[in-house]
């Protein structure tokens, strides 16, 4: 493991200078976030649920939410 925050060879962390215009940290449109916006909507009990089980097996959780 490496110390620290981050690995030793990553890249520096992005700015928002360095993003395309029209297109947020993850290179998505205004479209693609309102459509991913929608879907997490609809989907907000099986996302909560998988973030959860993600940070249960990573020994995140220390209290039942």
Do not use: C, I, N
Not at 20 to 47: I, K, S, Y
Request: charged letters at 25%.
């Amino acid at each position: 493991m490496t110390e620290g925050p981050g690995a030793k060879d990553a890249p520096p962390p992005s700015t928002d200078e360095e993003h395309a215009p029209g297109q947020d940290l993850f290179g998505m449109g205004e479209r693609d976030r309102q459509a991913a916006l929608v879907w997490v909507g609809e989907h907000l009990t099986q996302v909560r649920r998988s973030v959860y089980d993600q940070l249960w097996s990573q020994g995140s959780v220390r209290y039942a939410l």
